[in-house]
């Protein structure tokens, strides 16, 4: 009589560990791993370096004053400390005094933004998905702001803004009534640099969403109207629902690249920007490169910036994930 006794099978190989894994790939696909190389130097050298470097001084007290600098044929020496997280600690207990003020106009500018980036775009894609002449050009023309390098349209407006010899005010002029000091006052500069941003940003939002609305099939929209479909009810039941993917990843980029959006407000309102109208990255610029340069600050910025940017876009892709899951 025989007793069957469990466990008792060949044992399993041993995992390879992560450099054997690695070394193995390598072997299999040399190949793609030369043609990525220079790419991942180039990425190391721009983002990887300047990054590490941030995240270090953050921690120091490195300004203008300690900082190693030459000075004719004399060399001086850094002279700045590591002080920890004292940086973190007096920007986010408020300390500082200047953080969550710019944190809330930065979250108001940013999703007012993306709000009339998204809505306006998706309005001008659904005028230019219709069969309509001259659709070409006005494709052509609505992308044009978008074909401007940021920095020259942001100048044109800045002279259309001006209060002496901009446009707005000379037409205003007409009617009778006063010039404006657009780039001068707090709520009038942010009005301003709302205007100019969605202006730079419809375009993109257009053109995705544009390329979203093509990749529909047809033939859901024809099912939807020969069931009697409203066309509220087909742009709310397959319209949205068909833009879903793409509008998913347009929001996200909309609201990383507005969040940084620095030369916007920075060239458009210049050295008159109030304390009330600039973004998070534009004060960053400031502790940095003007005044008395405090390069701890700007890093412990650039870096809870970053953070910031990295809890939304996670939290944003779960709750998107959990969406998906719940239909």
């Given at each position: 009589?025989?007793?069957a006794?469990?466990?008792?099978?060949?044992?399993?190989?041993?995992?390879?560990?992560?450099?054997?894994?690695?070394?193995?790939s390598?072997?299999?696909?040399?190949?793609?791993?030369?043609?990525?190389?220079?790419?991942?130097?180039?990425?190391?050298?721009?983002?990887?370096?300047?990054?590490?470097?941030?995240i270090?001084?953050?921690?120091?007290?490195?300004?203008?004053?300690?900082?190693?600098?030459?000075?004719?044929?004399?060399?001086?020496p850094?002279?700045?400390?590591?002080?920890?997280?004292?940086?973190?600690?007096?920007?986010?207990?408020?300390q500082?005094?200047?953080?969550?003020?710019?944190?809330?106009?930065?979250?108001?500018?940013?999703?007012?933004?993306?709000?009339?980036?998204?809505?306006?775009?998706?309005?001008?894609?659904?005028l230019?998905?219709?069969r309509?002449?001259?659709?070409?050009?006005?494709?052509?023309?609505?992308?044009?702001?978008?074909?401007?390098?940021?920095?020259?349209?942001?100048?044109s407006?800045?002279?259309?803004?001006?209060?002496?010899?901009?446009?707005?005010?000379?037409?205003?002029?007409?009617?009778?009534?006063?010039?404006?000091?657009?780039?001068?006052?707090?709520?009038?500069?942010?009005?301003?640099?709302?205007?100019?941003?969605?202006?730079?940003?419809?375009?993109?939002?257009?053109?995705?969403?544009?390329?979203?609305?093509?990749?529909?099939?047809?033939?859901?929209?024809?099912?939807?109207?020969?069931?009697?479909?409203?066309?509220?009810?087909?742009?709310?039941?397959?319209?949205?629902?068909?833009?879903?993917?793409?509008?998913?990843?347009?929001?996200?980029l909309?609201?990383?690249?507005?969040?940084?959006?620095?030369?916007?407000?920075?060239?458009?309102?210049?050295?008159?920007?109030?304390?009330?109208?600039?973004?998070?990255?534009?004060?960053?610029?400031?502790?940095?490169?003007?005044?008395?340069?405090?390069?701890?600050?700007?890093?412990?910025?650039?870096?809870?910036?970053?953070?910031?940017?990295?809890?939304?876009?996670?939290?944003?892709?779960?709750?998107?994930?959990?969406?998906?899951?719940?239909?």
């Open positions: 009589m025989t007793t006794v469990s466990g008792t099978g060949p044992p399993r190989p041993a995992r390879p560990g992560p450099f054997r894994r690695l070394r193995r390598f072997d299999a696909y040399w190949y793609a791993w030369a043609m990525v190389l220079p790419v991942v130097v180039v990425l190391a050298v721009l983002v990887g370096y300047p990054l590490g470097r941030g270090f001084l953050s921690f120091t007290d490195a300004n203008e004053a300690n900082v190693a600098r030459t000075i004719g044929v004399n060399h001086i850094a002279t700045y400390e590591f002080v920890g997280l004292d940086n973190y600690w007096k920007v986010l207990s408020g500082e005094g200047h953080f969550y003020g710019r944190l809330a106009w930065t979250v108001v500018w940013t999703g007012s933004c993306v709000f009339f980036h998204y809505t306006i775009g998706l309005g001008l894609a659904l230019l998905n219709r309509m002449r001259f659709r070409g050009l006005y494709r052509v023309l609505l992308i044009l702001p978008w074909a401007v390098p940021a920095f020259v349209a942001t100048f407006w800045r002279l259309m803004f001006n209060e002496k010899y901009g446009v707005l005010n000379a037409v205003l002029d007409r009617f009778g009534v006063g010039a404006v000091d657009w780039l001068g006052d707090g709520p009038l500069q942010k009005m301003s640099a709302v205007a100019v941003n969605v202006w730079l940003g419809v375009p993109f939002m257009m053109v995705a969403i544009l390329g979203g609305l093509q990749a529909i099939p047809s033939e859901l929209h024809e099912a939807a109207e020969m069931d009697g479909a409203t066309p509220w009810q087909r742009f709310r039941h397959v319209t949205l629902p068909g833009l879903r993917p793409v509008s998913r990843t347009v929001i996200l909309g609201v990383i690249w507005t969040f940084n959006m620095f030369q916007v407000i920075y060239l458009l309102i210049g050295q008159g920007a109030s304390s009330e109208s600039e973004i998070l990255v534009t004060y960053s610029y400031r502790l940095a490169f003007q005044g008395v340069r405090d390069y701890a600050g700007s890093a412990t910025y650039g870096i809870l910036i970053l953070s910031l940017l990295l809890v939304f876009a996670v939290f944003y892709r779960r709750l998107l994930t959990r969406q998906e899951a719940a239909r």
